[in-house]
């Protein structure tokens, strides 16, 4: 078991330099002849999160696969910093996805695959890997096989893997949409943490309550488009566009 | 009636006295069938990864073919192995036909493309749900590879049991490469093949009793591995 008093390296103390600002220019995705993400353009610049919102089907999750480089735009480019992502560049990044995905293999087998895969030396693993979960709050289950763990403790084990990383970006994909009030709350500490520590947070949510919580500015997506973007305070203090005040007043966005 | 208990009594007294012929016939087969499969494990097991990672022209034939051959009959496998390994055929200067090792060769044929199929299988499963988080971490293709033989090893204990279950029990391949020399190459498909038709009952029906057992003891095996994999989830 780790001292968690004792100084650690990397993990804890480290300040992530995120490339930004992001710029995505003219932004388009088209798949089974449907355009997903249509002239899509926005630009993010603030070091805190940024939730993307809107109602299914408006390109949220393709627009967040498009920045991790998961898929490849049809049309348009994305910039981080003025550079395309490359390699090195996307080594920079990680991402936790909607359902957990986790290895068939113990807790901390599962954060040490992903060190092992982003190259980071086996003596050195060990040790990322108890900081990882002393922070996810799993050091108890280390030797646990990770898929009985449950659907809260599962998905904070793919948000340690994610961290273990140390990336500079950071995506979630409705990280929170099936889990309860105490696992969710778990999760949004870690982001917030996170955002401590300097790494730049992008999340998709359909939860209105997590993007206030959260958010220091919200993009709200619908067909494809970016149809507002500003400041979390704005958005939800003075919404302009039709769609996202029909969104948050629950009402139905077609 | 009275003949074939008086076989059974004879073929319960083989085994439970050890018998040197039958031991020397069944220690043969299973080094032939285990080093049989282990060689065709490590094959299949590459065969099957890559079919299920890499992306290639001819890829999907492939895996077509491979699976097809999953029903290769034994004697096919022999044949193609005799001719390879006869006088006139391209391998005929090693001279091993009517060796264990040319058993070996033949029992590999047939095996590697039950492994290897089960191992695309389950690899192609296991990929469906890994793809994008690993394509997220950034793995390599044989990084890719070699995480889904891992997570895929439960299923791939079953492939290769079945593998040495089709090997142990065939007797076509292995009587026309080995050719059921005694001492040399008769295994216990062949002894009991030869023995059934000299009339020699009791050695047949004690090499039948051990197979049978043999196969037994296989399946059991995979149901236990299956129980264990879902007690552990990683199923």
């Not at chain 1, 909607?98 to 060990?126: C, F, I, T």
């Not at chain 1, 067909?223 to 939800?236: D, K, L």
């Not at chain 2, 890994?130 to 990084?143: I, M, N, V």
Request: with cysteine; charged share 20%; proline share 4%.
């Amino acid at each position: 078991m780790l001292d968690p008093t004792s100084p650690l390296e990397g993990a804890g103390d480290r300040l992530a330099s995120p490339p930004l600002p992001v710029e995505l220019k003219g932004l388009g995705y088209e798949t089974g002849g449907k355009r997903v993400i249509n002239a899509l353009d926005a630009t993010i610049e603030t070091r805190r999160i940024t939730a993307i919102m809107g109602p299914n089907g408006a390109g949220k999750s393709i627009l967040l696969r498009l920045m991790h480089g998961l898929i490849a735009p049809t049309k348009g480019e994305i910039l981080w910093a003025g550079r395309q992502l490359d390699r090195p560049m996307a080594h920079r990044q990680a991402m936790v996805f909607q359902r957990p995905v986790l290895l068939r293999r113990s807790v901390a087998a599962n954060v040490s695959h992903a060190l092992g895969v982003r190259g980071v030396e086996r003596d050195k693993r060990a040790i990322c890997v108890g900081e990882a979960l002393r922070l996810a709050g799993l050091e108890g289950h280390a030797s646990t096989p990770a898929r009985v763990l449950s659907g809260g403790e599962q998905q904070r084990l793919c948000l340690a893997r994610a961290l273990s990383l140390e990336p500079d970006v950071l995506f979630l994909d409705e990280p929170t949409s099936s889990l309860d009030p105490a696992s969710t709350l778990a999760i949004e500490r870690l982001l917030l943490d996170a955002q401590r520590r300097g790494i730049k947070v992008i999340l998709v949510t359909h939860d209105v309550g997590q993007a206030r919580r959260l958010a220091d500015d919200v993009m709200f997506l619908h067909h494809g488009r970016v149809i507002e973007h500003q400041e979390a305070e704005s958005f939800f203090g003075d919404t302009q566009s039709e769609g996202a005040r029909a969104f948050l007043s629950g009402g139905l966005v077609l | 009636m009275t003949d074939f208990i008086d076989a059974f009594r004879t073929a319960l007294g083989l085994i439970v006295t050890l018998d040197p012929d039958l031991f020397e016939i069944l220690i043969l087969s299973i080094k032939v069938s285990l080093t049989a499969v282990v060689v065709a494990s490590l094959l299949g097991f590459a065969i099957g990864g890559a079919l299920a990672v890499y992306r290639f022209p001819g890829r999907t034939a492939i895996s077509a073919v491979l699976s097809a051959l999953m029903g290769l009959p034994p004697v096919v496998a022999g044949l193609i192995v005799y001719l390879l390994l006869s006088n006139v055929g391209p391998l005929g200067v090693l001279q091993l036909l009517y060796t264990p090792t040319a058993m070996i060769i033949a029992q590999v044929v047939l095996v590697t493309p039950i492994i290897g199929a089960l191992t695309r299988q389950a690899c192609q499963d296991l990929l469906e749900e890994y793809d994008e988080q690993l394509r997220s971490l950034g793995a390599s293709s044989s990084a890719i590879v070699v995480t889904l033989l891992w997570d895929g090893r439960y299923r791939l204990i079953t492939a290769v049991l079945a593998g040495f279950g089709r090997a142990i029990a065939e007797v076509g391949a292995v009587m026309i490469v080995g050719g059921n020399i005694d001492h040399v190459t008769r295994t216990m498909t062949t002894a009991i093949a030869l023995e059934t038709s000299k009339g020699n009952i009791a050695l047949a029906l004690a090499l039948g009793i051990v197979l049978l057992t043999i196969a037994l003891a296989v399946n059991a095996s995979l149901i236990w591995v299956q129980r264990l994999a879902n007690r552990l989830a990683y199923a």
